[in-house]
């Protein structure tokens, strides 16, 4: 059975590790690494509805903002905040780290970042510049969040967990919530104003306001995510050697380790459901687990199954599966990421009427024939057409690439 197979979300469509996820109030989700891309998919993950191709470097954190906006952040130190259908630049730009931007928080109209430039910031959402600059870590400032009692919290490589009152000036002496020995990785917010808190070691600790610790071994090697269930009694911790596992937070007793492929993670969400979690790891794909079995989830529509012809030729049609996310063959399809390929073959690059292309493709003169198209994913579109807001990806073999073009070329007609 060809498109009956896998746990897999869908195929590989990041160039490289996903290392932040986002979760909108529609249900869709957002994911970005180290590719430079964000990729914005549709609720269930099947159909991805944009790329954004705009950070100078990895992509190291995503949030969900009110009204269906996004904030990434990156290696390049920016804020970036998108519109909810957004177009190739930002709304707006948030400027002023001086090291890459490793973890980002939205609450109550405002967005706090951490920094490896020592620094955590806290920016209205309405306006540009920071509102606090919060000074006082030694070194990487590597996760931040917002208490629930609105106290913003960050978590550092000096070990220490910090609370930064409102109300100070900058350069206020943050208040140590906890000291440890080892780096700290991730930081998130429970209900009842508890943090938890992820560090290298791999132990996961929830912190109380009133600085009450309790703590368990989530794994051997360190936590690099934390994601809280919607209603705050569950949280995933995704371990750097590749176990994700999900705790419960009352009793601090194991619920699941999620068992499957794509391992090791990177990041980890939950549905706004809370009925399922999102993954992001090496393999490049992002993948959904059911939270109540710690299984993972097959495909609940696939554009594979609707839109894929099987009979065609099907080694070609199992190829296509890695594009099928982003491109449909049907001209009259719903937009998708990507432009819809039907007639690809003799058509100059970039010119699809109503398509809204990256300016590298709009600009180009390659005309799309079985070499071009073949030379795309042989050098891969980042060197062939730099630029450009298609992943970074190419087709693993000849023989592979050949039944992938033998299949465009009877699909696309
Ligand atoms: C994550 C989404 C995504 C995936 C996966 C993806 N593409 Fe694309 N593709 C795009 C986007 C976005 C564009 C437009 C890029 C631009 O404007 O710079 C594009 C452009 C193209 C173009 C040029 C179209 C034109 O009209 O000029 C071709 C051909 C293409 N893709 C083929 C493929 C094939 C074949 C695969 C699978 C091996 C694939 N793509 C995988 C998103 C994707």
Redesign the pocket.
């Known amino acids: 059975m060809l498109f009956s197979a896998p746990a897999a979300a869908q195929?590989?469509?990041?160039g490289g590790p996903v290392r932040a996820l986002a979760v909108a109030p529609d249900g869709g989700v957002a994911s970005a690494g180290f590719d430079q891309?964000i990729?914005l998919w549709e609720p269930g993950g099947q159909r991805?509805r944009?790329?954004l191709?705009w950070h100078q470097g990895a992509v190291n954190a995503l949030a969900a903002l009110p009204g269906g906006m996004l904030a990434s952040s990156g290696e390049d130190g920016l804020v970036a905040l998108w519109p909810p259908r957004p177009g190739p630049e930002p709304l707006r730009v948030l400027t002023g780290h001086r090291g890459p931007v490793a973890g980002l928080a939205a609450a109550g109209g405002r967005l706090a970042s951490a920094s490896w430039d020592g620094t955590a910031r806290v920016w209205d959402l309405s306006g540009g510049a920071p509102v606090r600059v919060l000074e006082g870590h030694q070194g990487h400032v590597n996760a931040v969040a917002v208490r629930s009692d609105g106290l913003v919290a960050t978590a550092g490589f000096d070990g220490t967990l910090r609370a930064w009152p409102e109300g100070g000036t900058a350069g206020e002496a943050p208040l140590t919530l906890a000291e440890f020995g080892l780096p700290l990785n991730a930081l998130v917010a429970l209900p009842g104003g508890v943090l938890a808190v992820g560090g290298a070691e791999g132990e996961l600790r929830l912190v109380g306001p009133d600085g009450r610790m309790r703590a368990v071994q989530a794994g051997a090697r360190p936590i690099v995510a934390l994601a809280a269930s919607p209603d705050g009694t569950q949280i995933a911790a995704a371990g750097l050697g590749g176990s994700v596992t999900v705790w419960e937070v009352e009793s601090l007793r194991l619920r699941h380790t999620l068992e499957g492929p794509g391992l090791p993670v990177w990041s980890v969400a939950w549905a706004a459901d809370g009925a399922s979690l999102w993954t992001g790891g090496t393999d490049r794909r992002v993948r959904r687990w059911n939270a109540a079995t710690g299984r993972p989830m097959g495909p609940v529509e696939g554009p594979a199954a609707e839109t894929i012809p099987a009979g065609l030729h099907p080694q070609g049609a199992q190829?296509?599966r890695?594009?099928?996310?982003?491109?449909a063959l049907d001209a009259a399809a719903p937009p998708?990421?990507?432009?819809h390929?039907h007639g690809?073959f003799g058509?100059?690059?970039?010119?699809?009427p109503g398509?809204?292309?990256?300016?590298?493709?709009?600009r180009?003169d390659?005309t799309?024939t079985r070499e071009t198209?073949g030379d795309?994913?042989t050098r891969g579109?980042d060197v062939v057409?730099p630029?450009?807001?298609?992943?970074i990806?190419t087709?693993g073999n000849a023989e592979e690439l050949d039944a992938?073009l033998d299949f465009?070329e009877a699909a696309t007609r």
């Open positions: 195929e590989a469509v990041h891309a990729i991805a944009g790329v191709r190829v296509f890695a594009c099928a996310a982003c491109h998708m990421a990507g432009p390929l690809i058509r100059r690059m970039g010119t699809l398509y809204t292309y990256s300016e590298r493709l709009a180009g390659i799309w198209v795309l994913f579109p057409t630029g450009t807001r298609m992943p990806q087709v992938l465009l």
